[in-house]
Structures are given as structure tokens and as C-alpha cells.
């Protein structure tokens, strides 16, 4: 028998202890004694169809979120008609791996089917025919994945941006008392289910103080309310940390937990500065001069994120006794909505692994802020 030449065996001990390393190091792992790490999951990488994807996120997140395949225009297309295979492929990997599942969405005024408004004759819905079909929805839905989903966003972004409740389809319908229906509803069909309301922009304080208005016309009914999703889709230029920091200790302060939902944070420059956030109805025409990284993120613009994203997750931590969830908004840069919006087309870098599924050179320095904070 040859002997193994040193080099040989030198590399495959390097290889082996940075494999080690690799596997006993975790966001999930690290932030364990903080909050849980999550990330939402789109239907092809549900499906399997992006390599490497889904061993990823069983080895770094310990909830999921759907993007999109829990949504009504998907999940009930047309009336009576389900199409559950996605959702429950979902769950069935995060049952397989110990993962939590939370649920997104039951009620938005975005990605809703029309009927759901409509009568036989194309008529405005009356008022009980929707909550008969909302009721219906939920029952449905949650009655299915009873007992296997942690937490459901009970309401998505029922607020304008200077705090009033939106003229939404479902305002129209139901009244400005539907919020509480829907959280009553849905307890009704998953008891145990934390019920959350989800919005975008939380951080300015007109927003903030709508949702507090709206939290305390809640509590007054006695509605399941249990969390406050404070979305995070930020950016290199806002927001303030300030900002963010009053708005969850103003949320803390109501006793509801806080959940940090959809983080991710754009490294382009935005069109419409009196637009930021999450209005999916943006639909501008690509123009160059706001997809500046084609071509690759520049290391200058690079640590500029990387110094973002240890900001918030300090911000996070001096929290952890309020937060209990941080949920990044997609896996990885090739996945993120934030490539075709508010312009289809753009190159964004948002989150924390790149377009082939590798750390960026922030993950370890996050790792490393929640184990000494862990001390």
C-alpha cells in the first residue's frame, strides 16, 4: 500500500475541518437562544427544481414561509377549487426537518381572484355573500394544515401609508370591522394558531401609529390578535435604525410579540423615493441608470450591506425578549422579488446568499454577533 502523499492528506484534512465548520455553524444555530431565522420558499424551489437550495435552508433556517403558493389567487383560483400540492410539499419538507411553517396569506387585497367580489351576474358581492366565502376560505385552508403551522399572517397590509385603514375590495365588502372578523374566523379554525397582522413600512411613524390604533380597536373586541409582522423591506438608504427600533418598542409595548417578516435590504438606487416599501402595484419601465450591477455588486457597495445587515441584526438582538421571529424574504439573490420590482429586469443582491446558494462574507459575521451575544 502507497503511502498518501502530505499534500494529499494535508488538503483533505483542510477540506474535512472546513466541512465541520460548516455544519456546526448555523445562523439557525446561533440565533438559537434569540429568535428564529426564517426565509420564504418559492414553488420551484418547493418543487425541488433549484439545486442545492433545499438542503440550504434545512441546514441554516428553522421556519419557512410560502412567497406565494398559500396566496387565494393560488391556493383557490376558482371557488370551491383547491390546488393544495405546493403548500403541502411545503410542509411535508419542514415536517421531514424540523422546521416551522407559517402561513401567508389569508387575507389581502392583493393576489385576491375576482370573484371572490363578484355575484353570479358580475355584480358587486353582497356583504354576506363575501364572508360567507371568506369564512369558506379559511375554514378550508387552515382547516387543512390544523396543528402543523405555527403562526398564519391573518391580515397583510390593511393600512395606507399615512395610518388610515386602505379602501380596499375588502373594506368595501365587509365593513371596516373585517379586520377582527377575519382573526375571529381564523381562530375559530386553528385555535392554537398565532394570528399575526403583516405590513410594510411600519417604521414611519404615521404607519406606526395606525397599527397601534388598529391593535387597540382589536383588543377592545377581543380579537386573537398575537404578533405584529413589521416587514423588512429596506435599503441601503433607509430606513433610520431609529425608526425601526421606536417602532418595535412601541409594538412591544402593546404586549404583542414583534416578528421581523420579509427582510431583505436593495442595493439599487429606487425610482420613486415616495414609494418605498412593498406596493406590488409599481410597475415602471427598466431604465439602466437604476440597474447600476449587471454586471456584479462592486465590493465597496458589497460592504455596504454587509455593514446594513449587522446593523439591524444588532437592533434585533437588543430586542430578543420581544422579536421572536426574523424571516428573510427568499433564499437567495436569484430567487428575490426584488429583481422585478418596481422595474422587471433589475440585478438586485438583497439577501444573504448569493445566486448559487453561497454565504456572503456577511453570514459568518452574523453567526459570530449571536454567539457572543449568546455569552
Request: a negative charge; proline letters at 5%; hydrophobic letters at 40%.
Amino acid at each position: 500500500m502507497k503511502p498518501i502523499p502530505f499534500c494529499i492528506l494535508l488538503s483533505s484534512l483542510l477540506i474535512g475541518s472546513a466541512y465541520a465548520q460548516d455544519q456546526s455553524s448555523s445562523l439557525k444555530q446561533a440565533y438559537s437562544k434569540h429568535f428564529s431565522i426564517g426565509t420564504a420558499l418559492s414553488a420551484t424551489q418547493i418543487e425541488g427544481k433549484e439545486p442545492g437550495t433545499l438542503d440550504l435552508v434545512k441546514q441554516q433556517f428553522n421556519a419557512v414561509t410560502a412567497e406565494n403558493v398559500m396566496k387565494w389567487e393560488i391556493i383557490e383560483p376558482v371557488e370551491g377549487q383547491f390546488n393544495f400540492a405546493a403548500a403541502d410539499a411545503m410542509i411535508e419538507y419542514a415536517e421531514a426537518n424540523n422546521i416551522n411553517v407559517i402561513g401567508h396569506v389569508l387575507l389581502w387585497h392583493e393576489q385576491t381572484p375576482a370573484w371572490v367580489f363578484q355575484d353570479a351576474k358580475g355584480q358587486p358581492a353582497s356583504k354576506e355573500l363575501v364572508l360567507s366565502r371568506l369564512k369558506n376560505h379559511i375554514n378550508a385552508v387552515m382547516g387543512r394544515y390544523k396543528g402543523r403551522i405555527q403562526g398564519w399572517d391573518a391580515v397583510n397590509e390593511a393600512l395606507n401609508e399615512d395610518g388610515t385603514l386602505r379602501q380596499s375590495n375588502w373594506y368595501k365588502a365587509l365593513g371596516e370591522d373585517y379586520i377582527a372578523t377575519v382573526f375571529e374566523l381564523a381562530h375559530q379554525a386553528d385555535p392554537k394558531a398565532q394570528l399575526y397582522y403583516n405590513d410594510f413600512n411600519l417604521f414611519k411613524p404615521e404607519k406606526r401609529a395606525g397599527v397601534l390604533k388598529l391593535v387597540a380597536a382589536l383588543k377592545a373586541k377581543n380579537a386573537p390578535i398575537y404578533g405584529i409582522g413589521e416587514q423588512g423591506h429596506y435599503s441601503l438608504d433607509y430606513p433610520k435604525l431609529q425608526e425601526v427600533e421606536d417602532s418595535i418598542v412601541a409594538f412591544k409595548n402593546t404586549g404583542l410579540k414583534v416578528m421581523i417578516t420579509e427582510l431583505d435590504i436593495s442595493v439599487l438606487p429606487f425610482p420613486d423615493p415616495d414609494n418605498v416599501g412593498a406596493d406590488i402595484s409599481l410597475n415602471m419601465k427598466l431604465k439602466q441608470e437604476f440597474n447600476p450591477y449587471a454586471d456584479g455588486l462592486p465590493k465597496a457597495v458589497s460592504d455596504q450591506l454587509t455593514e446594513k445587515y449587522l446593523q439591524f441584526f444588532e437592533l434585533f438582538l437588543r430586542h430578543s425578549d420581544s422579536i421572536e421571529r426574523v424571516t428573510l424574504w427568499g433564499v437567495n439573490d436569484n430567487q428575490t422579488w426584488r429583481n422585478n420590482w418596481p422595474m422587471k429586469g433589475r440585478t438586485d443582491y438583497p439577501l444573504l446568499f448569493d445566486r448559487k446558494n453561497q454565504p456572503k462574507e456577511v453570514v459568518p459575521q452574523l453567526i459570530k454577533l449571536a454567539e457572543k451575544a449568546g455569552k
